[in-house]
């Protein structure tokens, strides 16, 4: 752990307040493209959706997206997602090996 890295100290309910207000913010700017958000920080949607059953989440890999998307991934990739780029698949491909493994 980085020894200025503070994060675990939030106290719980501070950092579930954060998450949730990111998700929001996510659920209404669809023009944010989960290939752009993969190609910029090395994570989207879906890698919430993964992560919140890393932390515990009872359903299954649909019911997490859901959670995250505001609606079922089908639903929102149908109403949302464009097709992407071959720029934006080569940008996420060199975003992604800058990821910790532990992604």
């Not at 993969?38 to 959706?49: E, P, Q």
């Not at 993964?50 to 859901?66: C, L, N, P, S, V």
């Not at 940008?91 to 493994?101: A, G, I």
Request: one cysteine or more.
């Amino acid at each position: 752990m980085n020894v200025n890295d503070q994060i675990d100290e939030l106290d719980d309910a501070v950092a579930a307040a954060a998450f949730r207000r990111l998700v929001r913010h996510l659920q209404t700017r669809h023009d944010a493209q989960n290939i752009d958000l993969m190609g910029l920080a090395g994570f989207c949607r879906n890698c919430l959706a993964d992560w919140i059953r890393d932390g515990g989440f009872a359903g299954d890999k649909a019911a997490a997206r859901e959670v995250i998307h505001g609606m079922p991934f089908g639903a929102w990739k149908d109403a949302y997602q464009t097709e992407a780029t071959p720029e934006q698949l080569a940008r996420m491909e060199e975003s992604l090996k800058k990821n910790d493994p532990a992604h």
